[in-house]
Nanobody
Framework: QVQLVESGGGLVQAGDSLRLSCVGSIQTSGGRRFSGYAVGWFRQAPGKEREFVASISWGGATRYYAESVEGRFFISRDHDKNTVYLQMNSLKPEDTAVYYC?????????????????WGKGTLVTISS
């Protein structure tokens, strides 16, 4: 069992930056460490379906991004802190959404794949124009 807690959301203006954090804690002893889980960021805007944003594999070697955020958002992970970050630059009003962190035992998360075993409760990001 993995518990995920997101933070870093808030209200900013278009063009600003935010960094989201996702801290993972393992609830069962003897299992794999958080570094052994693929982690993805997803978002859901009001009235829209949840969509893939970015993902990072075990160890951080493989990363994927949605086309809408490519070149603006960057995903990384700090194994010592059991944390995955989403650096969001050049934010646009259409980036407004609740951002969720999710983890799974598979190696990586392909764009469009939302079959994740563990989900956080989300953090709200609001971009004003």
């Amino acid at each position: 069992q993995v518990q995920l807690v997101e933070s870093g959301g808030g209200l900013v203006q278009a063009g600003d930056s935010l960094r989201l954090s996702c801290v993972g804690s393992i609830q069962t002893s003897g299992g794999r460490r958080f570094s052994g889980y693929a982690v993805g960021w997803f978002r859901q805007a009001p009235g829209k379906e949840r969509e893939f944003v970015a993902s990072i594999s075990w160890g951080g070697a493989t990363r994927y991004y949605a086309e809408s955020v490519e070149g603006r958002f960057f995903i990384s992970r700090d194994h010592d802190k059991n944390t995955v970050y989403l650096q969001m630059n050049s934010l646009k009003p259409e980036d407004t959404a609740v951002y969720y962190c999710a983890a799974d035992e598979k190696y990586s998360v392909q764009p469009g794949d939302s079959a994740m075993n563990y989900w956080g409760k989300g953090t709200l990001v609001t971009i004003s124009s």
